[in-house]
């Protein structure tokens, strides 16, 4: 899932830069760590500049990703990126499990941009 940010600030741009926001990783073995990485997803995003409504939409993703794992791997990883693109920021949400896959990951793709 690839996300790009809408209208970036210069102070979140500076803030994340001193904090050295590139990427968190989550691993995934219970329904505790499936919140934990959902509020984390939130606040990462908010970092790097989405708006509200941005940031719990990614929030959501992520949790849905997370409680996939527990129901059908049992465990797996979260890692949250940022991606940069010319003048162009977003993040990045790779989900690792050793579950059964996805037979059609077309229709599992999610790309939002504007």
Known sequence: MTIPTSDLKTETLAQMN???LSAKSFEIY???DVAFAALEAR???ENIGFKKTEQYMISTAVSELARNMIIYAEQGTIQLNVIKEDLKQGM???????GPGIKDIKKATLIIER
């Open 18 to 20: 001193d904090s050295n």
């Open 30 to 32: 219970s329904q505790t």
């Open 43 to 45: 606040k990462f995003a």
């Open 92 to 98: 990045e949400v790779v989900a690792e499990d050793s």
